[in-house]
Every structure is written in C-alpha cells, then in structure tokens.
C-alpha cells in the first residue's frame, strides 16, 4: 500500500500545472463627460473584467486612489458588474487610470487608461449684439451626432440650429464662428441648450448644457 501511494504522488507531481489567465478588462470608452465635483458629477466609468483567480479579493482603484476595496470575484474569474466615477476636472481635460489588482497576488494586475473632459461650451465675445458672429467653443459632446443649439424662451424652443455635424476628437470638442441668435430675439432672458438632440427636450438623455443670455433693447 505505501508503495502505491508513493508512486500515486509521484506521478502526480510530474503532471503539467496549468497557468494563471491573465486578467483583463474590456476597453473604457475614449473620453468621459466631467460636470461637477459633487456625487454624480461625473459620467460613470463601466467595468467589465475577467480573467483573475477565482474567488479572490481585488482592489479597484482610479489613479492612484483605491476606490473600492477588498471586491469578491465570482467562480468564473470575472468581476461583478459595476462602475466607478470619472474623476472631476474643472477645465480642460486629463488622462486617468483605472487599475484592478488581487490583493493576494499583485501580479495579477491590469490597467486601462481614458480621458476626462470638462463638459463646457464658451460664447466669445461675451457681450454682442443678437446678429453679431461670435464663437461657439465647446467639448464633451461625445456622441457620434450632430452638435444642436436650442433657443428656449418661455419654456418652450423657439428654433434649432445644428452647431456642427460632428463634434471632433475623443472629448466631443468644437469651435465654430455663428451668429449669436439667427434670428431678430424678442428682448428678455432666453436659455440657450446645447445637446445632440434634434428636437428639443427639458431634460435630454446624453450631454447637455445651458447657459442665459438677456436681450436688451439697443
């Protein structure tokens, strides 16, 4: 019987280990909408992630910061699914990293990167007269659309202009030189929404932003 069981180790020793998957996680989109420090403030990044030992503990983190802790994976090796937030920038736009390491084998690490934009439009000169060209600067239009400007007054979209066809690069961004209104405004406090609806919506689903311009009289 002992002879049996030594051999028995033996050969079991001998049979070839199989290798650790290298975890991996499915590409982030290029560039995330950045619109106040508060909860919610910013778009939120989505992870999906496999291959990690199963059943371990992972820690999440954004930059440098660990986010979320001590994260269970399930039997297969893939996280739970989830989000973290973009991180915050008041202007302008960055790169950040998200990292996913096993807490009990930091080899088992992998990290992507994206970007963060601030979701801003700009009207320069600041003061014009209503037929006056001025520019139209924005970014954080990220969807494969059409960039729109609703003029809104009492509630309701008095007309709409398509900015640009598609705004440019990963962040959405543009800079177009139009008239301020394309038409003779009645004088008061009109609302000017950018989105990437056609038709104008309260509250559209997608990026969006609003700004108040007063009509006075000459």
Same mark, same amino acid.
């Given at each position: 019987?002992?002879?049996?069981?030594?051999?028995?180790?033996?050969?079991?020793?001998?049979?070839?280990?199989?290798?650790? $998957? +290298?975890?991996?996680?499915?590409?982030?989109?290029?560039?995330?909408?950045?619109?106040?420090?508060?909860?919610?403030?910013?778009?939120?990044?989505?992870?999906?992630?496999?291959?990690?030992?199963?059943?371990?503990?992972?820690?999440?983190?954004?930059?440098?910061?660990?986010?979320?802790?001590?994260?269970?994976?399930?039997?297969?090796? $893939?996280?739970?699914?989830?989000?973290?937030?973009?991180?915050?920038?008041?202007?302008?736009?960055?790169?950040?990293?998200?990292?996913?390491? +096993?807490?009990?084998?930091?080899?088992?690490?992998?990290?992507?990167?994206?970007?963060?934009? $601030?979701?801003?439009?700009?009207?320069?000169?600041?003061?014009?007269?209503?037929?006056?060209?001025?520019?139209?600067?924005?970014?954080?239009?990220?969807?494969?659309?059409?960039?729109?400007?609703?003029?809104?007054?009492?509630?309701?979209?008095?007309?709409?202009?398509?900015?640009?066809?598609?705004?440019?690069?990963?962040?959405? +961004?543009?800079?177009?030189?139009?008239?301020?209104?394309?038409?003779?405004?009645?004088?008061?406090?009109?609302?000017?929404?950018?989105?990437?609806?056609?038709?104008?919506?309260?509250?559209?689903?997608? $990026?969006?932003?609003?700004?108040?311009?007063?009509?006075?009289?000459?």
């Amino acid at each position: 019987m002992l002879a049996r069981l030594t051999l028995a180790a033996a050969t079991a020793s001998m049979l070839p280990t199989t290798a650790a $998957a +290298e975890p991996t996680l499915e590409p982030l989109r290029p560039c995330y909408d950045s619109v106040s420090p508060d909860p919610g403030g910013t778009e939120a990044v989505e992870l999906v992630g496999s291959g990690f030992t199963p059943g371990a503990l992972v820690d999440i983190f954004r930059d440098e910061e660990i986010l979320y802790p001590r994260v269970p994976v399930d039997a297969a090796g $893939a996280l739970p699914a989830g989000s973290l937030p973009a991180p915050y920038v008041a202007r302008g736009r960055r790169s950040f990293t998200v990292t996913v390491t +096993e807490q009990a084998n930091p080899a088992q690490t992998v990290t992507m990167e994206s970007l963060v934009t $601030a979701l801003d439009v700009e009207v320069t000169p600041r003061r014009a007269t209503p037929a006056t060209r001025v520019h139209f600067e924005g970014a954080g239009f990220t969807a494969p659309r059409p960039v729109y400007l609703h003029y809104v007054r009492a509630g309701r979209a008095r007309e709409t202009v398509r900015i640009v066809r598609r705004a440019s690069g990963p962040c959405g +961004e543009f800079d177009v030189r139009r008239r301020q209104f394309p038409f003779l405004p009645a004088v008061g406090r009109w609302q000017l929404q950018f989105d990437q609806r056609k038709r104008w919506r309260r509250e559209p689903a997608g $990026a969006f932003l609003r700004m108040r311009i007063d009509v006075q009289r000459g």
